[in-house]
C-alpha cells in the first residue's frame, strides 16, 4: 500500500472514530473534535497528493531531457523532434504504441491526428474518463521514416526510456495499442489475435493487448472486439477482477 493510500485510510478511519464518539461520554475532548474539524485532513491529503504529482513530473521531465538529444540510434537523423508521452504522471492506465507517426513528429505529442482522435473517444466515450486521467506514449520516442516498423535496434535502445517512464508512472494496468507495440513489449511473434483476450506480465504490471486505433480505423467492424478489450482493462481498474502473476522467486503478485 503506498503511504497516500495509508493515510487516507488512517484519516478515514479517525474521522468515523471522532464521528461514533461525539455524543458519548468519550474520552476525545470536544475541544480535540473542534480543532480536529478545522484541521481538515483531508485537505492535506489532497495537497501531498498533488505535491507527489509533481515531483513524478519532474522525475519524467529529466528523462524526457534526455530524449529530446538523444542519438542512441539512427532515428534521431529524421525526427523533427521526439515524442515523448504525454499525460497524468500518476495514471493508473498507461497506453503504449509503437511509434511516433507523421503528425506526432510534427506537433511533439502521442497519438494526435484521426487515430489520436479514436483513441480519445475509447478514453473519453467508452472508458468515461478523461484523456488528461490516462498516460500515452510509444515504445520509440522518434518516428521511423516512412512510418515503417521499429527495427530490433531501434527497439533495442529506445524501450529502457520506456521502463524508466513506467517505474515512474507505477501504472496499475498497460494497453498495448496494436501488433507491433504487443510483439515488442512481450519479445514474441505470436499474432495480435493470439496475443489479444488474455493478461500478460510486462515486468510486474498486467498488460492488455488491443488493435491500433489507426488499424481500427480501416477496420470499423474489429472496433466490437477493441471494446471487449477495453472493458477487460477498466474491470481491472475498477478491482472487479484480478490478476495473479508467478514471479521468478516463486511469489505470486495479485493485482486487482
Ligand atoms: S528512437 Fe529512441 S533511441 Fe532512437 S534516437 Fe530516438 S530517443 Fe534515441
Not at 516498423?149 to 508512472?169: D, F, K, S, T
Request: positive net charge.
Amino acid at each position: 500500500m503506498d503511504i497516500l493510500k495509508e493515510m487516507l485510510s488512517f484519516v478515514e478511519e479517525l474521522n468515523s472514530f471522532l464521528a461514533e464518539k461525539k455524543g458519548s461520554k468519550a474520552t476525545v475532548s470536544q475541544e480535540f473534535v473542534d480543532k480536529w474539524e478545522q484541521f481538515k485532513p483531508l485537505k492535506y491529503v489532497k495537497l501531498l497528493e498533488n505535491s507527489q504529482k509533481i515531483d513524478v513530473q519532474k522525475a519524467l521531465d529529466l528523462i524526457n531531457e534526455e530524449v529530446k538529444v538523444c542519438t542512441k540510434c539512427g532515428l534521431h537523423k529524421t525526427r523533427t523532434q521526439t515524442v515523448f508521452g504525454s499525460g497524468n504522471p500518476k495514471a493508473q492506465l498507461v497506453f503504449v504504441g509503437e511509434a511516433p507517426g507523421a503528425e506526432e513528429d510534427k506537433q511533439g505529442l502521442p497519438f494526435v491526428g484521426r487515430a489520436g482522435q479514436l483513441l480519445t473517444d475509447i478514453i473519453v466515450k467508452g472508458m468515461k474518463m478523461r484523456r488528461e486521467d490516462v498516460y500515452i506514449c510509444n515504445v520509440l520516442k522518434c518516428r521511423p521514416p516512412n512510418n515503417r516498423e521499429p527495427n530490433p535496434m531501434e527497439v533495442y535502445y529506445c524501450e529502457p526510456y520506456l521502463l524508466r517512464q513506467l517505474e515512474i508512472i507505477k501504472p496499475k494496468v498497460i494497453c498495448a495499442l496494436g501488433r507491433v507495440a504487443a510483439q515488442t513489449l512481450l519479445k514474441t511473434t505470436e499474432s495480435i489475435e493470439k496475443l489479444r483476450g488474455k493478461w500478460h506480465n510486462y515486468h510486474g504490471i498486467p498488460l492488455r493487448v488491443t488493435y491500433h486505433p489507426a488499424y481500427l480505423l480501416r477496420n470499423p467492424a474489429d472496433k466490437k472486439k477493441a471494446w471487449i478489450d477495453i472493458q477487460e482493462v477498466m474491470k481491472l481498474l475498477k478491482g472487479e477482477i484480478e490478476v495473479k502473476f508467478e514471479s521468478s522467486n516463486g511469489q505470486s503478485q495479485l493485482f486487482s
